[in-house]
T-cell receptor, first 121, second 115 residues
């Protein structure tokens, strides 16, 4: 089955530093990747949608200059949290979307990564 | 904007009971609906995915139904076990407009199954 990995699985950093999180589709090419954030005891909230080779589309209220997304290839998207602060501490989850060529609607599937827990001190 | 609501927020049952978790959504123009399980501090485990054209999916002791027109889905868990204790999330994937392709999650139902 399709697998999405994230690296690192957890990270602790000092306030003011930048942190990069990678999301990889291991055995398929992802036309679109999504980044979600989950605060403690809350649900997942979509942050942004990234398509390979183009700029990411951010959801309302998400600062694009703070959360830099790069989707340089069909198997890799990165999220960089710039100048991280304690309030950015959260669980970040990516998902990768694949739609098989020539397939019907049922072949457009989204696979989720295992998440990255960020703690900013 | 799609809104997803899950009821109840928390549920505690004795082992062996059958139970139903509810999910409702406001925009019926969906692509699919997916139920996930999330253990504390962990990622998502996909349980069942129902395409917009389907009415239900079954996997083992789990059965999920979808009534797109009324904006509702239920997850039925038969013969609950302590190992079923987790938070169950419902996610609706948009089928068109500004929601196209995006997943909107409910707040989840936290289930505790007591031995």
């Amino acid at each position: 089955g399709a697998v999405v990995s994230q690296h690192p699985s957890w990270v602790i950093c000092k306030s003011g530093t930048s942190v990069k999180i990678e999301c990889r589709s291991l055995d398929f090419q992802a036309t679109t990747m999504f980044w979600y954030r989950q605060f403690p005891k809350q649900s997942l909230m979509l942050m942004a949608t990234s398509n390979e080779g183009s700029k990411a589309t951010y959801e309302q209220g998400v600062e694009k200059d703070k959360f830099l997304i790069n989707h340089a290839s069909l198997t890799l998207s990165t999220l960089t949290v710039t100048s991280a602060h304690p309030e950015d501490s959260s669980f970040y989850i990516c998902s990768a979307r694949v739609g098989l060529a020539g397939g019907g609607s049922s072949t457009d599937t989204q696979y989720f990564g295992p998440g990255t827990r960020l703690t900013v001190l | 904007k799609q809104e997803v609501t899950q009821i109840p927020a928390a549920l505690s049952v004795p082992e062996g009971e059958n139970l139903v978790l509810n999910c409702s959504f406001t925009d019926s123009a969906i692509y699919n609906l997916q139920w996930f399980r999330q253990d504390p501090g962990k990622g998502l485990t996909s349980l069942l995915l129902i395409q917009s054209s389907q009415r239900e999916q079954t996997s083992g002791r789990l059965n999920a139904s979808l009534d797109k027109s009324s904006g509702r889905s239920t997850l039925y868990i038969a013969a609950s076990q302590p190992g079923d204790s987790a938070t169950y999330l419902c996610a609706v994937r948009g089928g068109g407009g500004t929601n196209a392709g995006k997943s909107t999650f409910g707040d989840g139902t936290t289930l505790t199954v007591k031995p």
